[in-house]
């Protein structure tokens, strides 16, 4: 699919103001591709398509996963949308766009999570989420400036930020986020 109508694709499932903040998240991720050589084309098309699934009910990603090939099924099912939209919103981009490069697809599974193990287009897509031109929060001019010299210290900085948010407000944390503390904070190889 071509930029244009995947834009299309993307607009249709989602509001004025997300849509606004996926083409904030492809800038940044197109900047960040270009500045460390990644893809810049890969950049867009997993920006473009990072929140396409956020706007879909409960119901329709349990029945995903449900119906999917997941191997922690009852685990997923524990959480909600905040995970859902990318771990298995990966699957709708798969199948309902027909986006087949493995690349990303990993990049819009671990952009709420990270990841243990992350490429560079997952980092770029992850920390593109955190700092496009649309976010304001405390801290967030630090993390651009971060994000443009070293990337896993991008990485570091938000997965810090967002598990302490997390923690503050007794949101449910995916095992997954710790594993990207772990690794990407900590330093744990
Ligand atoms: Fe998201
Ligand atoms: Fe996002």
Request: aromatic share 8%; net charge negative; charged share 25%.
């Amino acid at each position: 699919m071509k930029r244009e109508a995947l834009m299309q694709a993307v607009q249709m499932r989602m509001s004025e103001k997300r849509f606004k903040h996926v083409l904030g998240v492809e800038e940044t991720a197109v900047a960040l591709a270009e500045r460390f050589g990644a893809s810049p084309e890969k950049a867009s098309i997993a920006a473009l398509t990072h929140d396409y699934a956020k706007e879909r009910s409960d119901e329709e990603f349990q029945l995903a996963i449900e119906q999917g090939s997941y191997s922690n099924k009852s685990e997923l099912l524990k959480y909600g949308n905040a995970i859902w939209h990318g771990v298995v919103g990966a699957d709708f981009v798969a199948h309902e766009l027909q986006i087949t490069d493995q690349e990303i697809l990993s990049a819009i599974r671990l952009h709420t999570t990270g990841g243990a193990e992350m490429s560079l287009l997952d980092k770029i897509i992850y920390v593109a989420d955190y700092i496009e031109p649309g976010r304001n929060f405390p801290g967030v001019e630090d993390a651009r400036v971060i994000a443009f010299s070293d990337l896993d210290q991008a990485v570091a900085f938000e997965t810090k930020h967002t598990l302490a948010h997390l923690i503050e407000s007794e949101t449910p944390v995916y095992p997954k986020t710790i594993e990207t503390y772990n690794r990407w904070v900590v330093g744990i190889e």
